[in-house]
């Protein structure tokens, strides 16, 4: 299994621009979440969801957008990029049973607007 | 919603000294708390967790503590190594949706 995938590592993008971030995981994970990490600080919660087709806002989900149309895939979307985006911004998944299981993180994504 | 607060922000201590990182949280109703592991440049791995209907809870030289009254968990490091140096994440939940995740303390073993 590769567990969390996530591309790209880097990105680096222009005031105002569009991208997307892509999450995959092959471990049947129901619940995926995305999560950014700011110099300093602990991560916060972008958007998450607990199986395909069903999505919710986290902590700060101004300026992003997800969707999940398939068990595997979690891609977070920057419609306007703004350098208040700057950050690593990880994906995660955990386990579909009952309780509380640990996250799987991926490898995260840096990415600076400038 | 939950707030957590983590303290220190930094700490360093000499080889085969303990360490401890103390939090607290807000929300009463929260009763799973998970310690989180982040090497420089990598990604957060969980390292131990804790539920609420457990005051302690150990895995070799890392325990947990918590104390549901006064809303706080702590991490104890005992014996530590120069791998044990990174940053350790603790977080809250209520369910299994939402981990709240405390600022983070930067953990340094002096040879």
């Known amino acids: 299994n590769a567990g969390v995938t996530q591309t790209p590592k880097f990105r680096i993008l222009k005031i105002g621009q569009s991208m997307t971030l892509q999450c995959a995981q092959d471990?049947?994970?129901?619940?995926m979440y995305w999560y950014r990490q700011d110099p300093g600080m602990g991560l916060k919660l972008i958007y998450y969801s607990v199986g395909a087709g069903i999505t919710d806002k986290g902590e700060v989900p101004n300026g992003y957008n997800v969707s999940r149309s398939t068990t595997e895939d979690f891609p977070l979307r920057l419609e306007l990029a703004a350098p208040s985006q700057t950050s690593v911004y990880f994906c995660?998944?955990?386990?579909?049973?009952?309780?509380?299981?640990?996250?799987?993180f991926g490898s995260g994504t840096q990415l600076s607007v400038l | 919603g939950e707030n957590v607060e983590q303290h220190p922000s930094t700490l360093s201590v000499q080889e085969g000294d303990s360490a401890v990182i103390k939090c607290t949280y807000s929300d009463s109703a929260s009763n799973y708390f998970p310690w989180y592991k982040q090497e420089l440049g990598k990604r957060p791995q969980l390292i131990i967790d804790?539920?609420?209907?457990?005051g302690e809870k150990k895995d070799q030289r890392i325990a947990v503590t918590l104390n549901k009254t006064a809303k706080h968990f702590s991490l104890h490091i005992t014996e530590t190594q120069p791998e044990d140096s990174a940053v350790y994440f603790c977080?809250?939940?209520?369910?299994?949706?939402?981990?709240?995740f405390g600022t983070g303390t930067r953990l340094t073993i002096i040879p």
């Open positions: 804790i539920r609420s209907n457990v």
């Open positions: 977080a809250a939940s209520e369910n299994r949706e939402k981990l709240t």
């Open positions: 995660a998944s955990s386990y579909p049973s009952g309780g509380y299981e640990k996250l799987f």
């Open positions: 471990m049947n994970h129901n619940y």
